[in-house]
């Protein structure tokens, strides 16, 4: 890619960025949020999320021998996907329970 050129990649990410403080400011302006100069930016949670992603497709074989746990699999989907949830609101909640 030429010099000073952005990537498809890069100008969707931005694109996301761009949108991403709507919900949080509303989120933070009715207390469910996290709010200061500790409080998650929506950069942080894409990064969580991507962590979490990726861990899962790393780490898949691993967890399937050790554990029996398919990571990416249909039967544990659902719980995996309640522990990212988990994960990204207690990021991102003023009060997480």
Not at 62 to 85: H, K, N, Q
């Amino acid at each position: 890619m030429p010099p000073g050129r952005k990537s498809s990649a890069t100008t969707w990410n931005e694109s996301v960025a761009r949108r991403g403080p709507c919900g949080r400011d509303r989120g933070r302006q009715s207390g469910a949020f996290r709010t200061g100069p500790n409080a998650p930016t929506a950069l942080d949670v894409h990064e969580v999320l991507s962590a979490l992603v990726l861990n899962r497709a790393e780490h898949r074989w691993t967890f399937r021998a050790m554990f029996g746990r398919d990571m990416l699999g249909e039967a544990d989907s659902p719980r995996v996907r309640e522990l990212i949830e988990d994960t990204v609101l207690r990021l991102v909640m003023a009060n997480p329970s």
